[in-house]
DNA sequence: CTGAAAGCGCTTACAG
DNA sequence: CTGAAAGCGCTTACAG
């Protein structure tokens, strides 16, 4: 040893250090690292060998520096934080996104922002090399900047963006028009004949469609879509949507609702004025989320696999990450969930 | 100009394209960035006026390269997926969280793991310095990992830690034993006698403090403390538990229920078996969440700061990475919200 | 106040 | 298959 000084390793071991136990050169380690397949077997052996020996986990800092890849990715919820928190799709949707990247090498930095205009700080993040793809759930309409995001950036949507750029935007979904039809059809079959319906906000996308397929059910069937009250996703919305339609349209004989929550909210409104479900009123919601069985009545409901969404989208990002082509749109299924409330 | 090349600048802009703009070194440059006070102003505005002309952002990577520092902290939550995102009080808290981060330069990392044990990539990430400190929500006392943690990484706790090194974590918290007391006391003071309580997990030490309130109230009172069921801080939880309740005691006139989700379920289930509210069973909630107004009753409650504990979470990491000294534990005040349920 | 230079911990052609 | 060397984009003593 020519240097009579062997600084004592302080703080955490380096790929340098990892190199003088195992007697190879920091390239040799980085390849091991690596899983280069240019490493000799024995190499190979001593090499991890003093990796677990020191416990050596390379620094994510250096690495980015050199691959200008940070090994991050956002997810952007441009969305009140207590809708965000409070609908169960969510949480699905989250988990799902979570599960996926657990067997990635990518951690998921949590952008909360305003549903209409991002913070500058969010926006500098985005635009500023801090993640390698950003994943967007909930996504309105209004918003321009998100919109544009994806000219600088890998970008996934949670369901189908608005906007100029939308043929070009990747994005997971279901089939929400088919779903409104399917929801609207199981209404029509149990034979009702004054059907309404509750649905999300106007700017997206989900709202729009499901609420369309609800009227091409009515259209199908020569039944009167005229009873519509708009609400936000929220269960109080659902309870002023239902009593005000309720109120306007006292003939209703059944509610297809776009969204579990709402129709939890909507299941409220009716007991509050006395009416019976399914008896006075039929009730399908949107979601087969907790929600759905959370009353004393079952909800039956048009089920969406938000988990499994969650899990392709970030498995789109991934891939796009990754130098692949992966599907731009990928549509899964829904599927009519029949319980107690129609 | 020497060199006749003039790379063109692809990608991002770096320091030395700056300085090159500004016609100064990088160091100039870079202390511009940082604020150093050691910058002649003519000279500032000649490179602020670069920055803002390449729209500069600096390069994470390597500034925590030299810096030894990651700029992101990590939010671990130990918590099934679905009871972090159906409580608004997680909702409330980590857009404190959020909020105050938002003034600082850190990004958050979400860190979604198993109640019990939290998966060695977690670990592995929390460990392996890709994070300057953490915020841990929701703990449990089964799980040694996260209670170790802060000997590795500067933690701060929502909710006192349970286990041996607690006399040395920092957290927030409110006092729930006292809150417990105050909400147990109004019914008390509504000249009820017969008061049970639903309590949360028995691994957590808001549950076993808010219950512990409960049993001093009544205790002052000269009143029986057999009352008891255990919830889970789910409003299924909150369901099962007080029809448990209903059946083995029905004499019962009271309810301390130790969360408004809980709460929320024990009104559904009071409902169901006939029992007005607050008639015949008066009911005190603990949270003052959204959940306290969302049913026909409004639910009396023992409202705690959720948001503004988040953003103390924030802070007293904040300041700890800061190399300042906050407060160990910061105790915010609870406050009994009188509505029609009691 | 300002610049030249070293160094943070990696990866990756380039030789051999 | 393996190593020496350059370089990723910054910050920070060290001189001046």
Known sequence: MSDGTLATPVG?????????VAGVSRATVSRVINGSPRVSPDVLVVVEKAIAELDYVPNRAARSLVARATMSIALVVPEDT???FGDPYFADVVQGISDRLDDSDYVLNLQLTHPSSPSEKTKRYLLGGNVDGAIVVSHHSGDHFLTSLSRSLPVVFGGRPIGEAKDRDYYIDVDNRLGGVRGTQHLIDRGRTAIATITGPADMPASVDREQGWRDALAEAGL???????????EA???RAALALIDEHPDLDALFVASDLMASGALLALDERGLRVPDDVAIVGFDNSKYATRGKVGLTTVAQPA?????VMADTLLRLLAGESPPRV???DTELVVRDSS
């Open 12 to 20: 955490r071991p380096t790929l340098e250090e990892v190199a003088r």
């Open 237 to 239: 919305g659902g309870i």
């Open 307 to 311: 988990q499994e969404m969650g899990v």
């Open 82 to 84: 207590h809708r965000f």
């Open 330 to 332: 990928t549509t899964l």
């Open 224 to 234: 009167s879509d005229h009873r519509l009250a708009r609400g936000d996703f929220t």
